[in-house]
């Protein structure tokens, strides 16, 4: 469009002077420089050149390439390898077949003892190392499973160990079931496991005795937490309810945690399961003798059998009843290695044929406080436990006797639970009782 005024714009009327200064600072170039096609090597302006230049890009292109171009790690490690540990094999030993220096496997596993038992390493568990560019070993995990890693890093030529800290998520699953052999058949056969057998024993401990109280027939339900780290299941975690039906008795059992988020039992009317003193001092074994007179099986005559005789392989652990002080410990005669411990109101347990002890005189300990391991040691005739208890100095017969409950809940908290309760009562009295199931860890819901 033509301008307002109806004049050419100013570069259209000055286009040669602008053309002359321009062909005159490329001639002063020229004359300072010299042609820059002279500097070009000799034949490479010809179309000859230019085809030769051509060729040699083609034959670079067909040249094989190297897999690791461009692919390098960033940072500092280079390579990975993941060790499965094989039967019969240490950690130490997996690491060395795969490559890795002697010197550098044993410093990383020196620096993971504090955190991993490596004579507890099974066939199948991992080890992950992380090599830098030398080959050299910079990183090292021991994976037990998706929630049980723990990792070493090389730093400043020293190793630093530390538990991985992998998510959990949870869902609540029920099992249920009926006795034929053992509470131990019974949970397993339902998808349990070892773990929460143990957890269902340490939930009754002071109103059932396992080993002389749980009968065919006797039946059971329970609401418990199952683990996941990514996405795999890695056991059971806190039960929230759960229920065991001996000789037609009904226990009952629901989680309130305490001020310090431990998992606490109490009964539907908020009355702790606590009592001062468990019922037994083992979690699994047999009585193979019961509190009386008897026939001594060694020495042949009959006198006072003060206690309770558990049957149990040797090195089963052996835990204090209660709280209290230990009175003795040590070699006691026909008792062999034997442990006392002083209760409060006048009660007193003993401990006897022990192939270890783990507390000393004049020490406090705590209710399920591992005090020894079982034995064969004194006057036995077998791996077992002598478990004796007395009451203001005279022997009684553990199986008979009635303890003091803790503290029951009260006020808000009560009111609280009470709720909380309702909810779990229903979900636990609509879960079916199978006498047999192949179930996998549980129903999910």
């Known amino acids: ?70 692919m390098r790690r960033p940072g500092r490690v280079q390579h990975v390898l993941d060790i499965t540990i094989q039967a019969g094999q240490s950690a130490a ?78 869902i609540v699953t029920k099992i249920a079931g009926s006795v034929k052999s053992s509470l131990w058949e019974a949970v397993v056969s339902q998808g349990g496991d070892a773990r929460l057998v143990g957890d269902i024993v340490d939930v009754f401990a002071w109103d059932l005795d396992f080993y002389s109280e749980i009968y065919p027939g006797d039946t059971y339900r329970v609401l418990v937490e199952k683990l996941y780290a990514h996405d795999q299941f890695v056991g059971f975690g ?50 193979t003798s019961q509190f009386g007179m008897r026939v001594h099986p060694i020495l042949g005559y009959s006198r006072a059998h003060n206690g309770i005789d558990y049957g149990a392989p040797i090195g089963t652990p052996v835990w204090s009843v209660g709280d209290g002080h230990v009175t003795f410990a040590g070699w006691q005669s026909g008792y062999g290695r034997y442990v006392q411990i002083r209760h409060a109101n006048g009660w007193a347990s003993e401990y006897g044929h022990l192939s270890a002890i783990h507390v000393k005189p004049g020490q406090h300990v705590t209710q399920k406080d591992i005090i020894g391991l079982t034995g064969n040691s004194g006057l036995s005739t077998g791996p077992h436990l002598h478990y004796g208890l007395l009451r203001s100095g005279a022997f009684v017969n553990p199986l008979l006797q009635s303890f003091e409950r803790g503290a029951p809940l009260t006020g808000a908290a009560l009111d609280a639970y009470r709720e909380q309760v309702k909810q779990l009562l229903t979900t636990l009295d609509a879960i079916p009782v199978a006498a047999e199931s192949t179930a996998k860890n549980g129903s999910e819901g």
């Open 93 to 170: 030993a997996a690491l060395t077949e795969a490559g890795i220096a002697r010197d550098e496997a044993g410093s990383a596993i020196v620096s993971l003892k504090p955190w991993v038992e490596f004579r507890r390493l099974r066939a199948g568990h991992h080890l992950i190392a992380r090599l830098d560019a030398d080959n050299q070993l910079v990183s090292l995990d021991v994976v037990k499973n998706a929630a049980d890693q723990v990792r070493t890093d090389l730093e400043e030529d020293v190793w630093q160990a530390r538990p991985l800290n992998v998510p959990i998520s949870t």
């Open 238 to 287: 806190t039960i929230q309810a759960a229920e065991i039906v001996s000789a037609g008795t009904v226990h009952r059992a629901f989680v309130h945690p305490n001020q310090e988020g431990k998992a606490i039992y109490y009964d539907e009317q908020g009355q702790s399961l606590r009592k001062q003193l468990l019922k037994s001092p083992l979690k699994y074994a047999n009585i």
């Open 1 to 70: 469009m033509p301008a307002a005024s109806g004049r050419e714009p100013w570069w259209r009327t000055q286009r040669l002077p602008i053309l002359g200064v321009l062909l005159a600072i490329n001639a002063g170039v020229i004359l300072l420089h010299g042609d820059p096609r002279s500097q070009m090597p000799a034949g490479a302006r010809s179309p000859a050149a230019r085809q030769a230049k051509a060729d040699a890009a083609a034959a670079t292109a067909r040249e094989p390439l190297d897999p690791l171009a461009g």
